[in-house]
């Protein structure tokens, strides 16, 4: 069974970080690309970025590149997300998910297993 357990989420101010973890379990880790998404109030949930099998792609969505960095540790099974100057509008629920396959897709039906998500809260 496959289980994906999300944590370091918060209160922050604007302009701070966060550093999010999410640790797997279930399935060979190594062999699926690894995805963060968000969903704030009132809305749908979104893609945030992902990392193919290997850490050698990523992907960003347009509103949180060149602050949001996504790595993982195969050896830990564990996938990150490193927020930096984060403002109001990352203010979310965020929750990691294992794709169908290596490769570093976007789309939500991409993907199988999601965890139960960490709140991050910005405020400005």
């Known amino acids: 069974q496959v289980q994906l357990v999300e944590s370091g989420g918060g209160l922050v101010q604007a302009g701070g970080s966060l550093r999010l973890s999410c640790a797997a379990s279930?399935?060979?880790?190594?062999?699926?690309?690894m995805g963060w998404f968000r969903q704030a109030p009132g809305k749908g949930r979104e893609f945030v970025s992902v990392?193919?099998?290997?850490?050698?792609?990523?992907v960003y969505a347009d509103s949180v590149k060149g602050r949001f960095t996504i790595s993982r540790d195969n050896g830990k099974n564990t996938v990150y997300l490193q927020m930096n100057s984060l403002n109001a509008e990352d203010t979310a629920h965020y929750y990691c998910?294992?794709?169908?396959?290596?490769?570093?897709?976007?789309?939500?039906?991409?993907?199988?297993?999601w965890g139960q998500g960490t709140q991050v809260t910005v405020s400005s």
């Open positions: 998910a294992t794709a169908r396959s290596g490769w570093a897709v976007t789309a939500l039906h991409e993907y199988d297993y």
């Open positions: 279930g399935r060979t880790f190594s062999s699926y690309a």
């Open positions: 990392i193919n099998w290997s850490g050698s792609n990523t």
